[in-house]
């Protein structure tokens, strides 16, 4: 079992942002039930190539994410592969909470009466954070709800599970470009629970082995081998 | 596969102010004031309109595909869904739609997930996202790459199993059909009359769309 090299945990309401080099595993861990965090990756080499839900679907003919699926940018490249999942499904049509959502469910709160236990929203989480990279509103688009299940009906009405995620849930990603993450542990918008749902999410940062022509995720679908390839081209180019 | 909800439009070609044809693989850019009505006609059949929206008062805020199907639970646009921008603000509804079912979880074609989804030798095939680009490079400056969010595809049909598939079904779409959309607010118009040729969106065979518009 190799040791991680790093380790934090994210606090419901907690938001991070960091950029991790390639090569590495990030896994998440759900430390109670019920967990949900929204995720946005970013080329830190070129901040406007970003996580594209709709590339990443179509081409793997999928509309959830599990072991195998491969998170494309929206210039044909791999940013990151899903290469470990113990839940079989993680949404990424769902987008996130809004303030004004967030008080229309939960009730209003601010930190002038609550201080630090104010309910936090997706949106003001993103926003921070994008600012914070040099980024703004304009950079927002559809996250990556890591643990959620939203599954859709043959009439298309979207349908959240609230018994997907148990204690313990992990899932592991691994880097295939120098990422900017941006994570929110706020709750999924179609998460029917009316008392803040948010809960602990450890993440822990380990290397990865090198990636060869047998791995599960280049040959998982042609559609994903053609995005490493696009990924490949690009660091042939650079020169590293 | 659901039922399919088709809403006629009261309104006469002979009053439009605005009517014009854009053929495939063209683009096209233009504000729509609060209450103009604009509609997207399907002139010969299973035509994929790729079509973004901004708020014209504050150009960062782009039509949300997940703000939008999320604030109505349903995957599915058709008469009665209100499109929203990121920050949630209002900025369409879809007031007529013949053609009953419009997909925004497909997104744009680009020549980089062209080569991804088909092979490497796609690379030069023209696409929306280039139309796109196109159509921003002759505006006057605001909209950039970061602002190209994902679209909808007026036309197109993306059913989603409740198995976690998607898939690209033949089109529901038949010459004549059309979406009107009323728009609320100030509201910028982007649209690439899409000329992917390497899956059924536009029936192998990619076809002009009329646009007209009405005052309010």
Same mark, same amino acid.
């Given at each position: 079992?190799?040791?991680?090299?790093?380790?934090? *945990?994210?606090?419901?309401?907690?938001?991070?942002?960091?950029?991790?080099? @390639?090569?590495?595993?990030?896994?998440?861990?759900?430390?109670?039930?019920?967990?949900?965090?929204?995720?946005?990756?970013?080329?830190? @080499?070129?901040?406007?190539?970003?996580?594209?839900?709709?590339?990443?679907?179509?081409?793997?003919?999928?509309?959830?994410?599990?072991?195998?699926?491969?998170?494309?940018?929206? %210039?044909?490249?791999?940013?990151?592969?899903?290469?470990?999942?113990?839940? !079989?499904?993680?949404?990424?049509?769902?987008?996130?909470?809004?303030?004004? *959502?967030?008080?229309?469910?939960?009730?209003?709160? %601010?930190? &002038?009466?609550?201080?630090?236990?104010?309910?936090?929203?997706?949106?003001?989480?993103?926003?921070?954070?994008?600012?914070?990279?040099?980024?703004?509103?304009?950079?927002?688009?559809?996250?990556?709800?890591?643990?959620?299940?939203?599954?859709?009906?043959?009439?298309? %009405?979207?349908?959240?599970?609230?018994?997907?995620?148990?204690?313990?849930? *992990?899932?592991?990603?691994?880097?295939?470009?120098?990422?900017?993450?941006?994570?929110?542990? *706020?709750?999924?918008?179609?998460?029917?629970?009316?008392?803040?749902?948010?809960?602990?999410?450890?993440?822990?940062?380990?290397?990865?082995?090198?990636?060869?022509?047998?791995?599960?995720?280049?040959?998982?679908?042609?559609?994903?081998?053609?995005?490493?390839?696009?990924?490949?081209?690009?660091?042939?180019? $650079?020169?590293? | 596969? !659901?039922?399919?909800?088709?809403?006629?439009?009261?309104?006469?070609?002979?009053?439009?102010?605005?009517?014009?044809?854009?053929?495939?693989?063209?683009?096209?850019?233009?504000? $729509?004031?609060?209450? &103009?009505?604009?509609?997207?006609?399907?002139?010969?059949?299973?035509?994929?309109?790729? =079509?973004?929206?901004?708020?014209?008062? %504050?150009?960062?805020?782009?039509?949300?595909?997940?703000?939008?199907?999320?604030? &109505?639970?349903?995957?599915?646009?058709?008469?009665?869904?209100?499109?929203?921008?990121?920050?949630?603000?209002?900025?369409?509804?879809?007031?007529?739609?013949?053609?009953?079912?419009?997909?925004? $979880? !497909?997104?744009?074609?680009?020549?980089?997930?062209? +080569?991804?989804?088909?092979?490497?030798?796609?690379?030069?095939?023209?696409?929306?996202?280039?139309?796109?680009?196109?159509?921003?490079?002759?505006?006057?400056? +605001?909209?950039?790459?970061?602002?190209?969010?994902?679209?909808?595809?007026?036309?197109?049909?993306?059913?989603? =199993?409740?198995?976690?598939?998607?898939?690209?079904?033949?089109?529901?779409?038949?010459?004549?059909?059309?979406?009107?959309?009323?728009?609320?607010?100030?509201?910028?118009?982007?649209?690439?009359?899409?000329? &992917?040729?390497?899956?059924?969106?536009?029936?192998?065979?990619?076809?002009?769309?009329?646009?007209?518009?009405?005052?309010?």
């Amino acid at each position: 079992m190799m040791n991680s090299i790093w380790s934090k *945990t994210i606090y419901p309401g907690g938001k991070w942002s960091g950029t991790i080099g @390639r090569g590495k595993l990030l896994r998440f861990t759900a430390l109670n039930n019920g967990a949900n965090i929204s995720m946005l990756m970013y080329n830190a @080499r070129d901040l406007s190539e970003r996580y594209n839900m709709p590339d990443t679907l179509k081409a793997q003919h999928t509309s959830h994410l599990t072991k195998g699926n491969v998170l494309m940018s929206d %210039n044909g490249r791999v940013l990151a592969s899903i290469v470990d999942d113990s839940l !079989g499904w993680h949404d990424t049509i769902c987008g996130y909470t809004t303030r004004a *959502t967030t008080d229309a469910k939960y009730g209003a709160t %601010n930190y &002038q009466e609550r201080r630090n236990e104010w309910l936090r929203s997706g949106q003001e989480n993103f926003a921070m954070e994008l600012v914070r990279n040099g980024l703004s509103m304009r950079d927002m688009v559809p996250v990556v709800n890591l643990f959620s299940k939203v599954f859709c009906d043959d009439d298309g %009405n979207m349908r959240f599970c609230t018994e997907h995620c148990h204690e313990g849930a *992990t899932v592991t990603l691994r880097t295939e470009m120098d990422i900017l993450f941006i994570l929110s542990n *706020t709750p999924n918008p179609l998460d029917p629970r009316t008392s803040y749902p948010s809960v602990p999410v450890k993440m822990e940062v380990l290397l990865a082995a090198p990636v060869d022509s047998k791995d599960y995720c280049v040959n998982y679908r042609p559609e994903n081998r053609r995005a490493f390839e696009n990924t490949w081209e690009y660091y042939t180019l $650079l020169g590293n | 596969m !659901g039922a399919f909800n088709r809403i006629e439009s009261p309104r006469r070609i002979e009053d439009a102010i605005y009517d014009e044809i854009i053929p495939a693989g063209d683009g096209w850019m233009r504000e $729509l004031l609060p209450g &103009q009505v604009l509609r997207i006609v399907d002139l010969d059949g299973n035509q994929a309109a790729d =079509t973004l929206f901004y708020d014209a008062e %504050n150009p960062e805020d782009h039509y949300s595909a997940v703000a939008t199907i999320a604030g &109505q639970g349903n995957i599915y646009l058709t008469a009665g869904t209100t499109l929203r921008s990121e920050s949630g603000k209002e900025l369409l509804k879809i007031v007529a739609d013949t053609c009953g079912r419009h997909d925004t $979880l !497909g997104g744009a074609c680009s020549a980089q997930s062209n +080569t991804v989804r088909y092979s490497h030798d796609t690379l030069s095939m023209h696409n929306c996202r280039d139309t796109f680009m196109l159509q921003i490079a002759k505006h006057d400056g +605001t909209y950039t790459k970061r602002d190209l969010a994902p679209n909808i595809n007026f036309f197109m049909n993306v059913p989603v =199993t409740p198995d976690g598939g998607l898939e690209f079904a033949d089109g529901v779409s038949a010459p004549g059909c059309y979406v009107e959309l009323q728009s609320l607010c100030r509201t910028m118009v982007l649209i690439s009359n899409c000329p &992917q040729l390497n899956n059924p969106c536009n029936a192998y065979n990619p076809t002009p769309i009329r646009l007209l518009i009405w005052e309010e």
